[in-house]
């Protein structure tokens, strides 16, 4: 499995609460430790990404805001040629 930044995991586990779902589905979903998965949604409720209700956790507009702006990025890194340390010089 190739390495995944913090903005990553946060990105996959928006995704997957797009319709809203459980904490159980968003941890095995993002393949995450329950451990890690508490810190996730902690830092995601708090700052407005996540919202609960009753047992389910969905995507706020601001985490769906988030995933727009993260998606825009990653395609245009992607489109960005591959540099070398010798093409910088």
């Not at 601001?62 to 993260?70: M, P, Q, R």
């Amino acid at each position: 499995m190739k390495y995944r930044s913090r903005t990553d995991i946060i990105s996959e586990i928006l995704k997957i609460a797009g319709g809203g779902v459980s904490k159980t589905k968003i941890m095995y979903g993002a393949y995450l430790s329950y451990d890690q998965l508490k810190d996730y949604m902690q830092v995601l409720l708090e700052n407005g990404l996540l919202e609960k209700k009753g047992m389910q956790y969905r995507t706020t507009k601001k985490g769906l805001d988030f995933l727009k702006g993260y998606e825009r990025l990653d395609q245009m890194f992607a489109l960005e040629p591959a540099r070398s340390a010798k093409n910088l010089s």
